[in-house]
C-alpha cells in the first residue's frame, strides 16, 4: 500500500490535489492499482468518469470494492433465531 489521498473540499474539478498525487503514485514503477470503496468517491459522474479515464491510461487497475448497483447477492444474509420466551 502506497498511501491514502484525500480531498478536503467536494471534487469539482478533475486535477484536484489529491488525484493528482494519486496519479504520481500510480506511474511508480511495479505499481498494480487503486482501491475504492465505491465510483462515488472518484466524484460526481462527469469529473469521476474523466478520472476513471485518466487512471486507466497510466495503465493501472481502479478496483472497486462495491458495485453501483446492490444486488441481492450484496445483502449479507441475516438469520434469526427464536430463543424463547417473552
Do not use: W
Not at 18 to 32: E, H, I, S
Not at 41 to 51: I, N
Not at 52 to 68: P, W, Y
Amino acid at each position: 500500500m502506497c498511501g491514502v489521498f484525500t480531498d478536503r473540499e467536494p471534487a469539482v474539478a478533475i486535477r484536484s490535489p489529491a488525484f493528482v498525487g494519486l496519479l504520481d503514485a500510480l506511474d511508480l514503477p511495479d505499481t498494480y492499482g487503486t482501491v475504492i470503496p465505491a465510483l462515488g468517491h472518484l466524484g460526481p459522474r462527469p469529473v469521476a468518469a474523466e478520472r476513471k479515464r485518466r487512471i486507466a491510461a497510466t495503465g493501472a487497475r481502479l478496483i472497486t470494492v462495491r458495485s453501483t448497483r446492490p444486488t441481492a447477492s450484496d445483502a449479507p444474509s441475516v438469520r434469526l433465531q427464536h430463543q424463547g420466551g417473552i
